[in-house]
């Protein structure tokens, strides 16, 4: 992650402005940028409305486009989501708002900005809604979590870009043009790519199209009917012959940046999030209120399938082709409960091997008045990437209970392990040199300690770290796991290793038959994908002082 300036990251954070460079979005990998910025995809690991504390958001359109994104807010136990919404961008647009936490234990949404949404958010703010969708999700898990920001594609109508055009006193000329459009049905839904075997139907009448084996909502390629009128093979979501594109493939050049506000201690903390570009080259477009759809786009719903690592020897580049896993890990995934059968796609693997990382790795300070937290978000597991289910090609499945009754069937499903999730082991090192052990030629400083394993049990997991004193979540954290050093470590960095894991498709977990092997001798199936940052809070001359660092991160490519 690029590390800017606090007095910089909260004046962008307030003004809309942002202190990060922009990166083109050129490529045909899914790739990275700590920067963040230039993607298509935005990934903010963290929120939190807990003691006292309330998150501050702005994202920022750079390029001359009119777009139009999904915003997901997801909860921090088993990433189920809480709140989402489409924004339709006028060029160089910021779309702000903030969370805060309710008189009754809940998060509302707020904004004050302009840009046009869809749904329109209230005047009075939204509120999260998981807590009351979802059997699994508790008020707890939703006052934390993380976001999704998902760029659906470029709005070409020459008549909805003037409805969204902002005029000299900032206001859009007409945001209804929004509604109108999918009342019209000049927007439709579709874009994602299914699994070949799954029929998902539509719960409204937003779709233009009929639902058929291998496509959720319209299906590329075929010949619609729209408006009763055969327009022809289409060519991406709504270039159809003899029309005009509504809306074209993302072209990235999204940006932002986050506040974690501590209005106890009054300190600020800056959270930037991870940029992926090449995610997709087709539009998706997909409404909020969709029983079957709410969860597309999704981080597994792009077209983007190759990434580019190091070889076994590290010398050379090798390119990992993904394809598309057999079964969309939403359609069985019991957390949903009683929701059932909602897809989120079937393409996760490109994303999770370029977030993939061998070790996270930043410094702690625990002393007197000083507390560290680290944040370590797993945004994929949401997809099947290291959670507690396996995939089985061949199975019965019971629908009476949910359960799969005994191997030799013919329906592929995604079944509960209820297995220990991934765990790391924590090296922490002194800041001082130990003389007496140090030889000459020996290198400073010596390996101080080693923890039991790190065990990641969640979505978000917050490590609060302390050497024995009284060290409360720096971030107010509610769910925040206590990580013990041995008594003296006050001060010094700590790494996390996760060279054990690793997407090994020959394992129980990862079978031959749920995906395709990546390129022979290639290392960039090392690790885990994760993401996240540090945050410290200290005293200076009775003042407190809030700070964030990036994680020092390992990766295999």
Same mark, same amino acid.
């Given at each position: ?120 958010? %209230?005047? &009075? !703010?939204? @509120?999260?809604?998981?807590?009351? =969708?979802?059997?699994?999700?508790? +008020?707890?898990? /939703?006052? #934390? ?104 493939? %993302?072209? &990235? !050049?999204? @940006?932002?940046?986050?506040?974690? =506000?501590?209005?106890?201690?009054? +300190?600020?903390? /800056?959270? #930037? ?121 061949? +199975? ?59 065990p990641f049990e969640r979505e978000v997991n917050i490590l609060a770290l302390t050497s024995g004193g009284a060290n409360p979540s720096v971030l107010g954290s509610d769910n925040a796991q ?76």
């Amino acid at each position: 992650m690029f590390k800017k300036t606090k007095i910089a990251a909260v004046t962008a954070a307030v003004l809309g402005v942002s202190a990060m460079a922009i990166a083109p979005s050129a490529t045909a990998d899914v790739t990275l940028s700590e920067t963040g910025a230039g993607g298509q995809v935005l990934i903010f690991p963290y929120y939190n409305v807990n003691n006292g504390f309330s998150t501050s958001y702005n994202i920022i359109n750079t390029k001359n486009e009119y777009k139009a994104i999904k915003v997901r807010f997801r909860e921090s136990n088993t990433s189920n989501d809480v709140l989402d919404f489409n924004v339709y961008m006028s060029p160089y647009d910021v779309f702000t708002m903030g969370l805060t936490k309710t008189a009754t234990g809940g998060v509302l949404m707020q904004t004050t900005d302009n840009t046009c949404t869809f749904p329109e958010i %209230p005047a &009075g !703010g939204k @509120a999260f809604i998981g807590a009351d =969708v979802y059997d699994s999700v508790k +008020a707890a898990d /939703v006052r #934390e979590g993380y976001l999704e920001v998902i760029e659906m594609g470029v709005v070409e109508d020459a008549g909805i870009q003037a409805g969204l055009l902002h005029d000299a006193s900032g206001m859009p000329d007409n945001c209804d043009v929004v509604q109108d459009a999918w009342t019209d049905k000049d927007f439709i839904q579709g874009g994602a790519t299914g699994d070949a075997i799954t029929v998902v139907d539509q719960n409204n009448a937003y779709d233009n199209g009929v639902s058929a084996a291998g496509f959720y909502g319209y299906a590329l390629g075929d010949d619609p009917l729209v408006f009763a009128n055969n327009l022809g093979v289409a060519t991406s979501l709504y270039n159809l012959a003899g029309t005009v594109e509504v809306l074209s493939a %993302p072209t &990235g !050049g999204l @940006a932002g940046s986050s506040v974690l =506000v501590d209005t106890v201690n009054i +300190a600020g903390f /800056v959270a #930037e999030p991870i940029s992926i570009d090449g995610y997709s080259d087709s539009a998706q477009h997909y409404i909020p209120s969709d029983q079957s759809f709410y969860l597309l786009p999704a981080l597994a719903s792009g077209t983007g399938t190759t990434v580019t690592s190091l070889d076994s020897a590290g010398t050379a580049l090798a390119t990992n082709t993904w394809v598309d896993v057999a079964r969309d890990f939403g359609l069985d995934d019991t957390n949903l409960a009683p929701n059932t059968s909602v897809p989120s796609g079937v393409n996760p693997m490109p994303l999770a091997n370029a977030l993939l990382v061998t070790s996270l790795a930043n410094q702690y300070l625990v002393a007197g008045e000083t507390s560290t937290d680290w944040v370590v978000a797993a945004p994929m597991r949401k997809h099947g990437i290291y959670n507690d289910f396996q995939y089985t090609a061949d +199975a019965l499945y019971d629908a009476d209970n949910g359960d799969l009754e005994s191997a030799g069937g013919t329906n592929p499903y995604w079944k509960h392990l209820d297995t220990d999730d991934i765990a790391a082991p924590f090296t922490y090192y002194d800041r001082e040199e130990q003389v007496a052990n140090v030889e000459p030629g020996d290198f400073s400083p010596p390996i101080q300690g080693v923890t039991a394993d790190v065990p990641f049990e969640r979505e978000v997991n917050i490590l609060a770290l302390t050497s024995g004193g009284a060290n409360p979540s720096v971030l107010g954290s509610d769910n925040a796991q206590t990580v013990t050093m041995d008594s003296g470590f006050v001060t010094g960095w700590g790494s996390l290793d996760f060279n054990q894991a690793g997407l090994d498709l020959a394992a129980a977990r990862y079978s031959a038959a749920w995906v395709a092997n990546p390129v022979a001798g290639s290392m960039g199936t090392v690790g885990a994908p994760l993401s996240g940052f540090s945050a410290s809070r200290g005293t200076v001359n009775g003042q407190n002082l809030g700070e964030t660092f990036p994680m020092i991160v390992e990766r295999i490519r």
